[in-house]
């Protein structure tokens, strides 16, 4: 487990990132929602969580909210994802093999001049890096602040290759979009301060952290992306889950309207387009 802060016009985060199935153990003493992953997950499902565990019981003695901004995924992203994942398996597996090869070759080889020996020892680590980069990444900063954000990025990067790389952007793109610009300001207005705001997610969507300080680039993907093919029909809904003190789910409120893609603002003529137009209503009423 790894964590970063990130601050907004709208909340402070805390985004802590780990591996699925792992339950997690380091709480913030201080924070004022919680939002988990959830994925293809119910709310009532990711609430009762191995990983959740510990969380929902702090957020629920402190009496704070937790809320699902995540997406299902569409059967035929989940498809796409499973098959491609399956396949970086096997590359990664295969690279991990033929590079171990080569170094052990090198190292039978003592006649081989420095240049070929160097060469091959550089493919080697090559081939595997996909796999040590994976390694470092996680193990490197097991529950530690992460320094190395270049490294995080490339974890990131990877995981994306790896599965299909529309779902875990998509999914980063609209959760980043519900947290910062709905529930932030929801919060900062009942608050009447700037609220802190945890977020639970495992490794592959690090890129949360970029995406929640820049509203225009998220807009901009948003609006180049087509989302129906990679998550289901209802993502615009987001859910705040009410719990009592032992941690047990007492409601779950659906919300609707928390997400949205705004709308080009309309271009502003030109002289050149004012003539243009008024040539063409001119023609039309010749006719």
Partial sequence: MAWTTVETPNANYILVFTRH???????PKSFDAAVLESGDLSPTTAAGHESYVNLVRAAAEKGKQVWITDVPLSQAAERRDIAKTEIAAFVVGISAIVGTAFLL????HEKLIGKEI????LLGIGL???FLSYVLAISGHHNKQIKWHSLWKLKALLAE?????GVVQVRNLI???K???????????ELGRKPTIVMFWGTAHYNLRNLLKHPEQRQRMLKGLDIAEYVAADYPKSYRISLNKTGKIENIEEFHGTFKIEKAPAKKLI???RWNLRRIFMRRRAV
């Fill in 105 to 108: 070759r090198t190292a039978g």
């Fill in 271 to 273: 002289a050149k387009d």
């Fill in 21 to 27: 199935k792992k339950t997690i153990n380091s709480i």
């Fill in 175 to 177: 959760s980043a979009e």
């Fill in 161 to 165: 290759l790896a599965g299909d790389k």
């Fill in 118 to 121: 160097a060469g091959r020892m």
């Fill in 179 to 189: 947290v910062e610009s709905f529930l932030a300001k929801r919060l900062k207005q």
């Fill in 128 to 130: 595997l890096s996909p």
